[in-house]
């Protein structure tokens, strides 16, 4: 089985590069955070350079949902559904210390971090945070996209 | 009309119903009692001369633990009012205790009362007499408790999903 256990490694590896390259994203945009992620996705920090141009606006055609801004409680059951709507494979990056930990919203009304939500990959941290901070967690999901064990 | 003017035509009307009148920084604010309420609102807007024909605003107060308000009601209900006719305001409060918290609700008087009214039950616990639909405006049904209460703990957690922490 040596020849065939190379070339499923190869494999995984050849559909981690392809799917790092094909990111479309779910903006869930709720706060001031979105201004941020506009301007990291527009022409001059361009995140179609890593293949992260095209936002689809349904969850079901989406790989990565990116939540951007504070969520309070109330809003709390419609991201675990748009999060239970998105197919497999599926990756969420947390953008703003509003999801990471709540941020300085320590309050009856906010989730501390959307990690008590939905599973979390990538943590971006700031307030907001600058575009080359959210390139960096772009390039740190797609490190991490490439090498994971492929499931298809 | 001055601030002084609206206090003085709100204090002939309904006499010793006001609790009190101060007229600090130009903002005439009277203070009257939760029965005579509805009457001074109704008075409010219906006299031509007042004419006060829109709610600014509706909420509430917790003074529990002020310095110096430690013995009085809890709560204190305001109303802003302001004529489009005349351009001028009045500010009108009424104090409520804790253990008989119900205002006579200004729906009937100003539409928009509903919301506010809506706000203030949901934030501060306090109820109105009259309003059609007195449910939670802001927080969630699922909700316990009032948050803008000032013995709300600042710490508590109430997520409807996820675990608590």
């Known amino acids: 089985m040596g020849i065939g256990s190379f070339f499923t490694s190869k494999l995984d590896e050849a559909i981690g590069w392809a799917r790092k390259y094909s990111i479309f994203q779910y903006p869930f945009v709720t706060a001031c955070c979105g201004m941020e992620y506009m301007a990291t996705a527009c022409s001059h920090y361009d995140i179609d350079r890593f293949g992260a141009g095209l936002p689809r606006f349904s969850p079901r055609q989406a790989d990565v949902l990116f939540v951007v801004g504070t969520i309070s409680h109330k809003m709390a059951p419609v991201l675990k559904r748009v999060y239970d709507q998105m197919t497999e494979p599926k990756w969420v990056v947390a953008f703003g210390v509003c999801t990471c930990t709540g941020g300085f919203y320590n309050n009856y009304a906010t989730v501390q971090g959307i990690d008590t939500i939905i599973p979390v990959d990538v943590y971006i941290p700031g307030c907001p945070p600058r575009p080359e901070s959210v390139i960096d967690g772009l390039m740190k999901l797609q490190d991490k996209i490439a090498t994971q064990t492929q499931r298809y | 009309m001055d601030g002084a003017a609206i ?159």
């Not at chain 2, 009277?30 to 829109?54: G, N, Y």
């Not at chain 2, 409520?96 to 119900?102: G, L, P, R, S, T």
């Not at chain 2, 699922?142 to 508590?156: A, N, Q, S, T």
Request: proline share 8%; net charge negative; hydrophobic share 40%.
């Open chain 2, 7 to 165: 206090l003085d035509a709100v204090r002939a009307r309904v006499g010793a119903a006001v609790v009190e009148t101060h007229d600090y920084r130009g903002d005439p604010t009277a203070v009257v009692t939760r029965e005579a309420l509805p009457r001074v609102l109704a008075f409010c807007r219906d006299e031509p001369s007042l004419a006060f024909d829109m709610l600014m605003d509706l909420t509430a107060v917790d003074y529990l633990r002020y310095p110096g308000r430690e013995d009085g009601p809890r709560f204190e209900v305001v109303y802003h009012l302001y004529s489009v006719a005349h351009n001028h305001r009045v500010r009108i409060k009424t104090r409520v205790e804790e253990d008989d918290a119900v205002v006579p609700s200004a729906v009937g008087l100003w539409p928009i009362a509903n919301w506010f009214e809506r706000e203030v039950w949901d934030m501060f616990g306090l109820r109105f007499s009259g309003h059609p639909n007195l449910v939670r405006l802001l927080m969630y049904e699922e909700f316990v408790g009032h948050p803008l209460r000032k013995d709300y703990p600042i710490d508590r957690r109430q997520p409807l999903i996820g675990p608590a922490h």
